[in-house]
Nanobody
Framework: QVQLVESGGGSVQPGGSLRLSCAASRSIFSFNRMGWYRQPPGQERELVARITNIDSTNYAESVKGRFTISTDNAKNTVYLQMNTLKPEDTAVYYC??????????????WGQGTQVTVSS
């Protein structure tokens, strides 16, 4: 069973920065892609940023230029650097990993979530 453990959430003022970390219980090379999703209060979960096993990235329009997703393969960790944070970035942030079986079936794994609050 894969475990994804997030850390780095917290409270910050508008314009501030946070870096989220997601440590996987096995090599991240085993995943087809990893990403960060968020769920604002009363809203549905949405994709924030994603990185594939060939280092292709994509971002939600609302975070482009402010957030950066990256990996440290030696630490089996994916990061989300969040700069110039806005109140609308307030949400529970979830780490996600997708693995493909030999017959191309997808297996989704999720972390427990970490709260990010942006408020003055």
């Amino acid at each position: 069973q894969v475990q994804l453990v997030e850390s780095g959430g917290g409270s910050v003022q508008p314009g501030g920065s946070l870096r989220l970390s997601c440590a996987a219980s096995r090599s991240i090379f085993s995943f087809n892609r990893m990403g960060w999703y968020r769920q604002p209060p009363g809203q549905e979960r949405e994709l924030v940023a994603r990185i594939t096993n060939i280092d292709s990235t994509n971002y939600a329009e609302s975070v482009k230029g402010r957030f950066t997703i990256s990996t440290d393969n030696a630490k089996n960790t994916v990061y989300l650097q969040m700069n110039t944070l806005k109140p609308e970035d307030t949400a529970v942030y979830y780490c996600n990993a997708v693995a493909l079986s030999p017959n191309m079936r997808e297996y989704d794994y999720w972390g427990q979530g970490t709260q990010v609050t942006v408020s003055s």
